[in-house]
Each structure stands twice: as structure tokens, then as C-alpha cells.
């Protein structure tokens, strides 16, 4: 069947997304509308796994960065532990990637939660960190507001399908939202770039604009795979590869900016900023293009976003007063005269050691130096 026939029968059948669904055969949903439960538990339970993998390879790649700075051995990225860590965060990705083919956008994004959650304790045991208070508050938070939206989150699961992208694309709410994403966009990249405003919230907004473009073709491709393995093939129609080039070149940009703001800011304000950005970002797509509260009960929908905002306090808690990586410069001892010292002091200004260096070196001077 090519684009054009599918287009046709669309506009030949009734404008709704259940006309969409009924183009298939039926046959090539049976087991996901015949177990919607087990669907949805699948890909919450898919990504709270890769989430985990996530969190265990950051912390395996921080412990190569850490026994290459004490050694001084070979780079990093010749490190057999440092590959393996991120192996492990390309399987927890992937993870995270098959998730949203059986469940929500929006339950899904929020989840992201339970990499932060458990890096506070794999840091604890693994690295050696000390367990703060604020951890174990944040952490609590965090995991109470997880379990909230997942038990009121839409439960309901839809077989995506090229025909129903289509449908979805082409609605006007969705145009609507799209245009104005495009001009919010537009703006903020006009001030970032032109007007050189260097604010995160600037940044990170960009960021969570983009974002929302990879949530809505990220869950097209993973549902269409799902669907071409669990009933009729969706590879052959061309929307899939579409939404696959958006995905990528989303993808692209997104770790673009992000990198520039873990350069110009601190990873403890940046990792907050953007879970709470991505997050909301992903629960707009979700709304708007795939209708994922569409019939939720208000209660339903109250305490679904009670239960992000819960999660969202759990993670500051949880950055809050990280310690900071400092840049300072390094006065190298071999490069004063008279001195045999191979060591490097780093002089803190604000402290009250800072000049004990210049001194020591002025009371140590003979009287044939001077």
C-alpha cells in the first residue's frame, strides 16, 4: 500500500484516531489491546531498568575519571571500565527507547527520576560519597511523587501506526502548538545567539523545545517498530523515516545546547533545570499530539502532575549544595628560581592562607640575594 493510498483512505474515513486504527487489521493489535495492563506495566518496567543501567554507568564512567586523576595513567577513553560504563548507558538508552512503545510520553519522561535516585546510593556504596540529609529527603520525594503518577497516570495504551501519525500530524491542535513552539524558539535562539543573554533558563529552554520534538518521534519510531513486530509491518510507509530523521536531528541539537550549558554553567544547576524542563516539555507533546489525557478523570490528572512536582522537589533536593568543580590556575614550584619543588599549590584567595606562598619565599631569602 503506498503513502499516497493510506492518505486517501484517511480522508475517505472518519477523522478521528479510531478511523485511523480500524485501517489495520485487527489481528495486528490482538495482543496489545488484549492485555493493555501488562502493556503499560512492560514499558515501566523497561524504563525503570534502563534508568538504573543509566545511573550505574555514569557512576562506572566517574570511576575510571577518578583511578586515571589518582594514577595519572593512560586517557580515559583507553580505559576498559570507562567502555564498559558507557556500553552500559547505551543499553539503559535503548532501554528507554523501547519503553516508549508501551507506555505513555508522559509517564515515561517523568521516570527519569530514578536515575538520579539511585546515583545517590550507587555513588554511596561504589565511590565512597557521603550520604547527606538533603539525599535521603529528595530521595524519598522522589520516589513517593514516581510512585503517584504512575498509579494516576493514563493507563491506556494505543498501537501506534503509520496511519495514526499521520492522523496526529496533520491535526490542528498540533499545528498550533508547532507554530508557536517555532516561535518561542525562534525568539530565544535570537537572544541566546544575537543578543548574547548567556542565562540557563535560556538555554535550557531551547533544550526542552527540542526535547519535545524528540518525545514525539522517538515514540513514533518505538511504536512502529513495536507494532511491525507485534502485528503489521510499519516500516515500508514513509512517515516512519521522517520521524526518524526528526528524532536524530532533534537529538543532534539538543545534546548540542545541553553541552554548552554544562560548560557555561554547573552540572548542579544544570541536571535539576533540565529533568524538570525535559519532563514538562515531554508531558505537553504527550498531550497535544498523542491525546494521552484524553478521557483521564481530573482527579486523575491532579495527582498525576502532584506526583511530578513531587519528583521535581526530590531532584533539586537531591543537586542542592553539590559540591562544586572549581577552576583555578595552578602555580607550577619548578618554575621559581631556586626552587626544586615539583609540586603544584593551588592558593585559595578568599582563605587566609592565600599569599603564604610569596611570603615564605621572601623569609626564606638569604641576605646575598638580596
Known amino acids: 500500500m503506498s ?4 492518505t486517501d483512505n484517511m480522508a475517505n474515513s472518519s477523522s478521528s484516531p479510531d478511523a485511523a ?4 487489521s485487527p489481528e495486528a493489535h490482538g495482543e496489545i489491546m488484549e492485555n493493555p495492563l501488562r502493556t503499560y506495566l512492560l514499558g515501566i518496567i523497561i524504563s525503570i531498568c534502563g534508568n538504573m543501567l543509566i545511573s550505574i554507568s555514569l557512576n562506572i564512567q566517574k570511576y575510571a575519571h577518578i583511578r586515571q586523576t589518582q594514577r595519572g595513567s593512560k586517557p580515559y577513553y583507553r580505559s576498559v571500565v570507562w567502555w564498559g560504563g558507557v556500553a552500559l548507558m547505551g543499553v539503559g538508552e535503548l532501554g528507554n527507547f523501547a519503553a516508549y512503545g508501551f507506555a505513555p ?21 561504589f565511590l565512597k560519597e557521603k550520604m547527606r540529609v538533603s539525599d535521603i529527603i529528595g530521595g524519598s520525594l522522589a520516589i513517593t511523587g514516581t510512585y ?29 502548538y508547532l507554530l508557536l513552539e517555532v516561535i518561542v524558539f525562534c525568539i530565544l535562539l535570537y537572544v541566546y545567539k544575537r543578543r548574547n543573554v548567556k542565562n540557563i533558563v535560556v538555554v535550557m529552554l531551547l533544550v526542552a523545545l527540542l526535547a519535545s520534538q524528540t518525545v514525539i518521534s522517538v515514540k513514533a519510531v518505538s511504536g512502529m517498530i513495536t507494532e511491525s513486530i507485534t502485528g503489521q509491518l510499519q516500516l515500508i510507509y514513509s512517515i516512519f523515516y521522517v520521524m526518524l530523521v526528526i528524532m536524530i536531528a532533534s537529538c543532534a541539537f539538543q545534546i548540542k545546547f545541553l553541552n554548552q550549558a554544562m560548560k557555561m554553567f554547573d552540572a548542579t544547576e544544570v541536571v535539576p533545570i533540565n529533568f524538570v524542563f525535559f519532563t514538562a516539555s515531554a508531558i505537553i507533546a504527550g498531550i497535544v499530539f498523542y491525546q494521552e489525557f484524553e478521557g483521564l478523570a481530573l482527579l486523575n490528572i491532579f495527582m498525576f ?3 511530578c512536582l513531587l519528583s521535581f522537589l526530590g ?21 621559581i628560581p631556586r626552587r626544586s619543588h615539583t609540586d603544584h599549590v593551588q592558593p585559595e584567595v578568599k582563605t587566609q592562607t ?10 626564606s631569602r638569604t641576605p646575598d640575594d638580596l
Open 354 to 363: 592565600y599569599g603564604s606562598l610569596t611570603a615564605k619565599l621572601l623569609c
Open 305 to 307: 502532575l502532584f506526583g
Open 21 to 24: 486504527l480500524n485501517m489495520t
Open 148 to 176: 503517584v503518577l504512575v498509579t494516576f497516570a493514563p493507563h491506556t495504551t494505543t498501537p501506534i501506526t503509520a496511519q495514526l501519525i499521520q492522523y496526529y500530524i496533520v491535526s490542528w491542535y498540533f499545528l498550533l
Open 315 to 335: 531532584v533539586f533536593m537531591i543537586a542542592r549544595n553539590r559540591p562544586k568543580i572549581k577552576k583555578q590556575d595552578f602555580i607550577a614550584m619548578e618554575k
Open 105 to 125: 510520553a508522559s509517564l515515561i519522561a517523568p521516570l527519569g527520576c530514578v536515575a538520579v535516585i539511585a546515583s545517590v546510593f550507587i555513588s554511596v556504596i
Open 3 to 6: 503513502l499516497l493510498n493510506v
